[in-house]
Every structure is written in C-alpha cells, then in structure tokens.
Nanobody, 125 residues
Framework: QVQLVESGGGSVQAGGSLRLSCVVP????????MGWFRQAPGKEREGVAA????????VYADSVKGRFTISRDNAKNTVYLQMNSLKPEDTAMYYC??????????????????WGQGTQVTVSS
C-alpha cells in the first residue's frame, strides 16, 4: 500500500500564503505525473496543478494560474504546492496524487493510482 503524506495546510487570511508538501515513496515518485487536487464541501474534486517526471511539463487550473506554483524536490521525494494571494474560494481539502496513468488527463482524479489523506486549507476574508 503506497502512502502519500501531505502537510502544510492551515488557516490564513485572504492574501496570505501557504506551502503544501507531499512526500511520495521512492518508486511512485518516479512515475509519470503527480498532482494536487482540492475539494470544497458540496463540490466535486478538481485538479489544481500537476507536474510530470523530472524535466517534464507543469500545468495549472485557470483559477490558480499566477498564484500557485507546483514543484518537486527529487532529493526529498517531495512535491510542493506554493499558494500565494489566497482567496476565500481557495478554501478546501487539498489532496496530493501520484502515478498518473500514461497519456491520461491530469485533472481527472481517477486517472491517478495513489492519493494522500488530504490537508485542510481555510482562507478567511
């Protein structure tokens, strides 16, 4: 059982910043793609950003472009999501996902094979 471990969530005021981290087990870290998703109460889980194997491309949802940055630290098997200029509508449970099925859409949660337990992000106005 592959276990992804997220951290870094919390409560901030609008305009603030948070950095989420996701530690990925070695073999899974080398998979084609890893991503971040979020789910607010009563809403569907949506893709936020994805990053492909080292040297690959990065993609973002339109709602976070220019504010969020996804990155990876290969020495630490860790994927990060730096979130700046946070808005109340960014409030959600954030999930790390790994092992994107080759050639599949990055922003569909069921195209990934492994998930973390989630970390809560709350942005107050």
């Amino acid at each position: 059982q592959v276990q992804l471990v997220e951290s870094g969530g919390g409560s901030v005021q609008a305009g603030g910043s948070l950095r989420l981290s996701c530690v990925v087990p070695g073999d899974t870290y080398s998979s084609d793609g890893m991503g971040w998703f979020r789910q607010a109460p009563g809403k569907e889980r949506e893709g936020v950003a994805a990053i492909y194997r080292p040297g690959g491309s990065i993609v973002y949802a339109d709602s976070v472009k220019g504010r969020f940055t996804i990155s990876r630290d290969n020495a630490k098997n860790t994927v990060y999501l730096q979130m700046n200029s946070l808005k109340p509508e960014d409030t959600a449970m954030y999930y790390c996902a790994a092992d994107l099925n080759y050639g599949s859409r990055w922003n569909k949660w069921d195209n990934y094979n492994y998930w973390g337990q989630g970390t809560q992000v709350t942005v107050s106005s």
